[in-house]
DNA sequence: CTGTTAGCGCATTCAC
DNA sequence: GTGAATGCGCTAACAG
């Protein structure tokens, strides 16, 4: 069966384009992937050929044959969640130039189905992936990764060295969020954590405690409390319990924008108004810090920087197998709008 | 080089199982694609080498071979906007259920990426896809699928015959958005849609305009203006305007939630009270709608759905060939929160 | 029912 | 510098 030098029927080949130049497939194959070792007329004939014949290599073909399949797999828990949306776009856009793609595998926080999904990953689908939030112990996530390129990103807890891993500076943006704070004159300033046990609660922690310290205002215990990241109820309700106090706060430090959300619902509920009885600042910068009335003041994580951040170390990792910075943090912002204000003078 | 029986350097191949099971490969691969043609004892011994090795095909090999990737191309305007999101997470779901894989393929509303990324998908990275608002022509469409399975997902504009296409009830539920208005005694009922071009803007328009007719309301022109569907300063300035009129209406049914905020934030400005001097109703039931205050009254699309049901079509286009509905519409649902209210008796 | 034989499209030693 | 040959892991006709 001879093939037909003119592609009109099927998909082109490496096999036309090498006819088409007067070459060998081999010879296609080394200009294809950049190598150096042909001659300049040589490539020039091929590339066009590859041109005329609207050629690109099947990439099954050439995983199967070299390795690299040229996709990558993101773990999330739910696809539908900006903030996670924003990690997989800053993740996506850093791929596509690369000219990879993504395999999506939703989690929905299920830990079977990160192991599942990522076995299957492993299972030559993939060259790597990137990990966001998972639900694996260190333990898992450090043997995974001696077989299989991974980097976390937004790690959940705190993760062994060794693991790749690219967050944000937690500690550092909610020392700037409390300074902020402070700098309005306030003194009693409340914070509402997540989770304790995960980073974002204990990192962010150590910020607001540290700028606290710093400027040489004593803690109140009184004047920490957890919630879960979520709106709701849950979250109004520690809000309310932290404003009935006898010696209520004049500012709360809330550790996402959903919890500052509740924060406001409860501050409304009372009749008090922010930010003139009550400042606010949140930390995420999510859809909602615009739409809230005020607009909140909260801090900018770099969501789509840390996906971008966490393809490139991948990438590094797929190449060099050695790299220098396995942990990066990446600076957070402080966005100031409407929901603070100057502590008032008269209370 | 003889195989090595037990798997201990690498991944366990079919070869090994077959060696392992005493029988060819081909017989393994039977037993794997779940072939009829195979004695029960036989696929027995297959099946527990294949557990014994922790086996499982290589997809990039199965592809090369028979044709089936596993994989199915989307292609998502932005991934970080939680209304493609969701529609993403259906189909991904449904994906997933089906062992079938996600690749990603973030547009940015670019018609230029769509073309190349579906390009890439075609070259047999994929099995086919489900593109999500493009910015394809018809005609493009048209000739796309005949070469390879194409489901369209919300479309933007309306699109030729013979093209699949899974979309929201976009008439009826502006219908019953309208008729609740109408129930609470409205009638002066202002529409702010979103671009003319846009499907989602003509058909709800229609509904809008039949249940008003059913009614016997007179349709005020007046009463219908367009805008972007984006929050932000120019929604704003269409919803004062409407309110600003000499006759201004009562209620307003905004065709998306962005804008529904819009009009709120309008609404506020000039002093009224909402649901009390003037009712709102969106549509989408975006995560703004229970943020919002008051509480936003919305028709909710069933955006996971369409997603889901995407890829259900697509994976029949994949096996028959021949589908008898192309073109799906899925009922909306009107949610009714805070943000209607009977008409004020005295006005 | 089961084994044999060919490739799928490409990367990659090796010779030349 | 370039070409011929070999195999990646699997599916798909054919035979038997």
């Not at 096999?15 to 294809?32: K, M, P, Q």
């Not at 700037?176 to 309005?184: D, F, G, I, K, V």
């Not at 500052?260 to 606010?280: F, K, Q, T, Y």
């Not at 930390?283 to 490139?312: N, W």
Request: aromatic share 4%; hydrophobic share 45%.
């Amino acid at each position: 069966m001879a093939n037909t030098d003119t592609n009109h029927g099927k998909r082109a080949t490496i096999r036309g384009v090498a006819s088409a130049a007067g070459v060998s497939i081999a010879t296609v194959s080394r200009v294809l992937n950049g190598r150096p070792d042909v001659a300049p007329d040589t490539r020039e004939a091929v590339l066009r050929a590859v041109r005329e014949q609207g050629f690109s290599t099947n990439r099954n073909a050439r995983a199967l044959s070299g390795g690299r399949t040229g996709l990558i797999g993101v773990t999330i828990p739910r696809v539908e969640a900006s903030y996670f949306g924003v990690i997989l776009s800053g993740a996506s856009e850093a791929l596509y130039e690369q000219d990879m793609r993504i395999v999506l595998c939703p989690t929905l926080h299920q830990h079977e189905r990160e192991v599942t999904l990522l076995d299957r990953l492993m299972r030559g689908t993939t060259d790597g992936a990137v990990l966001m939030l998972p639900e694996e112990s260190s333990a898992e996530l450090k043997a995974l990764q001696r077989e299989f390129p991974v980097v976390v990103v937004d790690p959940r807890v705190s993760l062994d060295e060794g693991i790749p891993v690219v967050s944000a500076a937690h500690a550092a943006g909610a020392r700037a969020a409390t300074e902020h704070l402070l700098s309005l004159g306030h003194r009693r300033i409340g914070a509402i954590t997540g989770p304790p046990e995960w980073i974002a609660s204990t990192d962010r922690l150590d910020g607001y405690r540290g700028a606290l310290a710093a400027a040489g205002v004593m803690p109140d215990p009184a004047l920490v409390a957890a919630s879960d990241f979520r709106v709701g109820p849950a979250t109004e309700a520690v809000a309310a319990a932290m404003l009935d106090l006898p010696d209520p706060p004049t500012a709360i430090f809330a550790f996402n924008d959903n919890v500052a959300v509740g924060v406001m619902r409860a501050a409304r509920a009372r009749g008090l108004s922010i930010p003139d009885d009550l400042s606010v600042v949140g930390f995420d910068d999510s859809e909602l810090a615009e739409i809230v009335v005020p607009r909140l003041t909260t801090v900018r994580q770099p969501l789509a920087e840390m996906g971008r951040m966490a393809v490139s170390l991948l990438m590094r990792l797929l190449e060099n197998q050695r790299v220098d910075a396995l942990r990066i943090e990446l600076a957070t912002k402080l966005i100031v709008r409407e929901s603070t204000a100057p502590v008032a003078v008269a209370r």
